[in-house]
T-cell receptor
Framework: DGGITQSPKYLFRKEGQNVTLSCEQN?????MYWYRQDPGQGLRLIYY???????QKGDIAEGYSVSREKKESFPLTVTSAQKNPTAFYLC??????????????FGPGTRLTVL | DAKTTQPNSMESNEEEPVHLPCNHS???????IHWYRQLPSQGPEYVIH???SNVNNRMASLAIAEDRKSSTLILHRATLRDAAVYYC???????????????FGTGTRLTIIP
């Protein structure tokens, strides 16, 4: 079955530690996205990538970093510089620019808690 | 992208139709209207989209006002599995070429009463 997987589902980290969230898709999509969701709030865009080896900052990129070395993978690192990292993190993907897709496909999310 | 306004919450009885409203008075001519829904502790899922004409798919119907300043997502026969937060989102496919991000508001929390 094609889809997006995120791991782990729950993640705990101590203050001051970096942590990397995994996102993998086997949909052959060019574009991938990372969103953050706080309780009772909508989603906010952290980073996005339209093509391998290229990515752009979203609305709240400070304290986060990403890489896009492979088409199917878009890992997100939450660094110690992120002041309030406890949140629900969602990865998404779409077909590429040429297709102008309407639908974004989302993964199941990773809930990060900083202790 | 232009802003949308939705009620914070709605309730509906099971097996009855549900009409979820969305106001978008500043919509531009190239804005598409999208609806996503998010079940508890899951990622959002696409429901439907439209530009000017009403749209139907297996999940729902989208009714768009003639002036496009409002739209309504219609669930024809609500089930308990339809309990979710529903997001109405506008996307400009012309001026935002190269950035396909979705701007999510807080949506409408739909509760289905058995």
């Amino acid at each position: 079955d094609g889809g997006i997987t995120q791991s782990p589902k729950y993640l705990f980290r101590k203050e001051g530690q970096n942590v990397t969230l995994s996102c993998e898709q086997n949909l052959n999509h060019d574009a991938m996205y990372w969103y953050r969701q706080d309780p009772g709030q909508g989603l906010r865009l952290i980073y996005y990538s339209q093509i391998v080896n290229d990515f752009q900052k979203g609305d709240i990129a400070e304290g986060y970093s990403v890489s896009r070395e492979k088409k199917e993978s878009f890992p997100l690192t939450v660094t110690s510089a992120q002041k309030n990292p406890t949140a629900f993190y969602l990865c998404a993907s779409t077909l590429g620019l040429a297709e102008r897709p309407h639908e974004q496909f989302f993964g199941p999310g990773t809930r990060l808690t900083v202790l | 992208d232009a802003k949308t306004t939705q009620p914070n919450s709605m309730e509906s009885n099971e097996e009855e139709p549900v009409h979820l409203p969305c106001n978008h008075s500043t919509i531009s001519g190239t804005d598409y209207i999208h609806w996503y829904r998010q079940l508890p502790s899951q990622g959002p899922e696409y429901v439907i989209h439209g530009l000017t004409s009403n749209v139907n798919n297996r999940m729902a119907s989208l009714a768009i006002a003639e002036d496009r300043k409002s739209s309504t997502l219609i669930l024809h026969r609500a089930t308990l599995r339809d309990a979710a937060v529903y997001y109405c989102i506008l996307r400009d496919f012309i001026s935002n070429f190269g950035n396909e991000k979705l701007t999510f508001g807080t949506g409408t929390r739909l509760t289905i009463i058995p």
